[in-house]
């Protein structure tokens, strides 16, 4: 009887620990996502980083962070560009308002890269915070 109960108590106790891993989002994979102000990403140390611009190719002619790249996340090869990128590196993510860079963090973030972070509010929350716009 106690083996039976073994059995059953077993799966059950590894169930109920991977389910909250995977609930907390916690992996064996350390990948971690930040979100920034636009002063602080002013203040960030960016010599090491890559700057993402997940808008339209006509949103970035019309003006993105000098030194930016862009990876329209409304391309349908979105997801096939990200992941050719080095998961190792640091990505500072910016959009119009902040709603397509945080959906762009969140499926880095999940593909296992190391360091992103959402710039909170988008190109005009960093264009008055002093970030230079360029066209």
Known sequence: MKKKALYIIIPLIVFVVGFN????GKSS???SSC?????EFVDADKSEAI???????GEFNSGHVEGAKIMDINNKSFKDEINKLDK????YVYCKTGIRSR???GYMTQSGFKNVCD????IG???RAGVQIVK
Not at 21 to 24: A, P
Not at 119 to 122: P, R, S, Y
């Open 29 to 31: 994979q350390t990948s």
């Open 21 to 24: 891993l995977f609930k907390s």
């Open 35 to 39: 979100y920034l102000t636009a002063k």
């Open 103 to 105: 959906s762009a963090v």
């Open 51 to 57: 700057i993402l611009d997940v808008r339209t190719p």
């Open 119 to 122: 710039i909170e509010g988008g």
């Open 125 to 127: 929350n960093l264009a």
């Open 88 to 91: 190792n590196k640091t990505y």
